[in-house]
């Protein structure tokens, strides 16, 4: 708890999107604070170019989930980010993708707030965005979709729990994080509540990076497409979405953008 005479740090700690990908995508706010930071307090997702933009003589953190080792406990990040906080440093802390979405955000600014530490939170390019990019697609349409879901397969009680009677209608389009592991629960869902079984289910995996790969396939054959793909960076689930035009027809294929 702070005591009464405890002064507020200098320097709001900036909660920082650093995009999908590489440095290009970032926010010139973005730039500006990780450029001007003593401080930043990184997770696994952030791309190694964006990290070479802090200054020289600055302090990198990394604190991801799965990024060294066991992951960062989130209590320790807090402590992490309050404690270079209160010595008046500049504190970015700098999250993969938009830190509003999927990110524990609501955790980091608890903490702060009992802290009695400033922030405010710069947005980013979220991965929905940049994988409905890499298909050439909007991801709303009229007359096809008029709103769209982001879900996480994932939640603390294990694969998350949704709507699935809604999702299952036609013409329904969401995008799933975090759902590798994830396919044949809920494709067994989704079929349970009457999805076609050849709605569309577009991976995008490293969206916006130089690695970037799409597979196209349907609802009957995504965890069998999924295992042969075997993809091993951070991939973006789109249900009910394929990618534009000719890609569309060719079935189960990874097409290799480089
Ligand atoms: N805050 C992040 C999401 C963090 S959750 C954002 O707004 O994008 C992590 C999940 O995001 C991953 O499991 C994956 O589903 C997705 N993701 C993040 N970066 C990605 C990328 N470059 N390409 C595809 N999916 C990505």
């Known amino acids: 708890m702070p005591s009464q005479t405890a002064s507020r740090p200098a ?20 730039l500006r604070l990780i450029e001007a930071a003593d401080v930043v307090i990184h997770d696994r997702l952030v791309a190694p170019d964006i990290l070479a933009l802090v200054r020289p003589g600055a302090h990198l953190v990394a604190a991801g989930k799965e990024g060294f080792g066991p992951s960062t406990p989130q209590d320790a990040i807090n402590a992490l980010i309050t404690g270079h906080a209160r010595t008046g440093a500049r504190v970015v802390r700098l999250k993969g993708g938009d830190p ?59 694969f998350a729990d949704h709507d699935w009677r809604a999702l299952a209608r036609p013409g329904e389009v969401a995008a799933l994080y975090m759902a590798k592991r994830a396919a044949r629960y809920v494709q067994g869902r989704l079929m349970m ?41 951070p991939a973006l689930t789109f249900l009910g979405l394929a990618p534009r035009a000719a890609r569309a027809e060719i079935p189960d294929a990874i097409q290799e953008l480089a």
Do not use: C, K
């Open 11 to 30: 320097h709001p700690v900036a909660l920082v999107g650093a995009g999908p990908g590489g440095a290009d995508l970032l926010t010139l706010r973005a």
């Open 100 to 158: 509003v979405l999927f990110g524990r955000l609501d955790e980091e600014i608890a903490a702060l707030e009992a802290a009695d530490i400033a922030y405010e939170i710069v947005p980013g390019v979220t991965a929905a965005s940049a994988a409905a990019a890499a298909i050439g697609q909007s991801l709303t349409s009229r007359g096809r979709n008029s709103g769209v879901r982001l879900l996480t397969a994932h939640d603390m009680q294990g």
């Open 193 to 233: 509540h009457g999805a076609a079984p050849d709605t569309p289910v577009t991976l995008v995996e490293n969206a916006a990076r130089p690695d970037e790969r799409i597979l196209a396939t349907t609802l009957a054959d995504w965890p069998t497409a999924l295992a042969d793909a075997a993809l091993a960076g």
